[in-house]
């Protein structure tokens, strides 16, 4: 079948996507659609600390097995996401990590010792930190720190060296784990992207430099319409995270629409279908090999279901390939001429 999935695979990219476990038992369509479409998938969910250990010492790992029998028996390996995040957290890991570094450290250990061995042989590639750059000012996201690293309760416990920390506790359970550190904010023709682009190369060079164990940069490219996008400063970023020797990642690509887009349906889909082959091809054309949407249909995004995110009027971003109905949008079809 020529879903996208094989088409990526034939110019040798690696099409992935979101995926949610409890809809995989629900709704036979989202799984069929899961069965052709992506080679690739993550855990929408089932992999956050809340999902895997929701009290401490007591994991839970149902949801996440169940995505990683449907990625043995399609063939579809699992990216891990994400062990190190200031949100999907439960009360008890924030408490815990009020009560000074040797905590922090020892719980930070024990999710990681669990986790990374319950599925050693079969996730590869973990986001080890989520989301640890700073929003800038003009940023439109909160701005919370002062300095170039989120507040987080992380950075609270740990202090600005926790990035590194939780790279090395990875590699050091295993060294053959592909080790990502994964970032938003960055895609966009803006002040505040460009500033947030600077803050996670400084980042990433500081790392290197340290000898900090990272393999690879990934870029949720959660994209809006409202923003502009250029090609030369994404393409530029992408080239100097991979002149550094990390491969670059899309790792949870979407579109959301303004709040003034057009009523008629074609129109917007033509305006995301765009946006879509404008920002696709510029990372193919700097060497990203690896793409994953956020999801796969519009009947189950979290830019429909985040209140921060919806649009108003009752209307319901159209922001991924397949439709409310699994149809292959003019999204689809740019996705695949890009790849
Ligand atoms: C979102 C999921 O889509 C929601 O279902 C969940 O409730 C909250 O998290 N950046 C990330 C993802 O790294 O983990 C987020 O996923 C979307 C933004």
Redesign the pocket.
């Known amino acids: 079948a020529a879903d996208l999935g094989a088409i990526a695979r034939q110019n040798g990219v690696t099409f992935g996507a ?1 995926v949610q476990d409890s809809l995989l038992q629900k709704d036979p369509e989202y799984a069929r659609a899961f069965a052709t479409e992506p080679g690739m998938l993550v855990p ?2 089932a992999a ?1 600390w809340a999902a895997l250990q929701p009290r401490e010492g007591r994991f839970e790992t149902a949801a996440l097995d169940t995505i990683l029998r449907w990625g043995q028996a399609h063939a579809q390996p699992v990216r891990g ?2 062990l190190v ?1 200031h ?2 957290l439960p009360d008890w890991v924030a408490e815990a990590l009020k009560e000074g570094r040797e905590r922090a450290l020892a719980v930070l250990g024990a999710h990681m010792d669990f986790v990374l061995a319950h599925t050693r042989a079969q996730i590869r590639d973990w986001d080890v930190v ?2 640890m750059v700073a929003n800038p000012p003009g940023s439109d996201q909160p701005q919370n720190t002062p300095g170039e690293l989120r507040d987080t309760p992380w950075l609270r416990a740990l202090g600005p060296g926790y990035v590194e920390t939780a790279l090395r506790m990875a590699r050091e359970r295993d060294p053959t784990l592909r080790l990502t550190i ?1 970032e ?1 904010g960055v895609s966009e023709d803006t002040p505040a992207a460009a500033e947030k682009r600077r803050r996670l190369l400084a980042l990433v060079r500081g790392l290197l430099s340290r000898g900090v164990p990272l393999d690879a940069v990934g870029i ?1 490219a ?1 994209l809006q319409l409202a923003k502009p996008f250029r090609p030369e400063p994404f393409a530029a970023f992408v080239g100097a995270l991979r002149q550094m020797g990390v491969a670059v990642l899309i790792t ?1 690509l979407d579109i959301r629409e303004t709040w003034q887009a057009p009523q008629d349906m074609a129109a917007r889909d033509a305006l995301v279908a765009e946006r879509a082959y404008a920002f696709l091809s510029c990372a193919l054309g700097a060497g990203v090999r690896t793409v994953l949407t ?1 999801g796969l249909t519009d009947k189950y995004s ?1 830019l429909t ?2 209140p921060g995110v919806a649009l108003p009027g009752g209307r319901t971003h159209r922001g991924l390939p397949l439709d409310a109905q699994f149809r292959r949008k003019p999204m689809w079809d740019a996705m695949a001429r890009a790849f």
Do not use: G, M
Request: net charge negative; charged share 25%.
């Open positions: 979101a929408e969910w956050k996401h994400a995040w949100n999907s989520n989301e994964n938003y949720q959660h949870e956020w979290w279901t985040d």
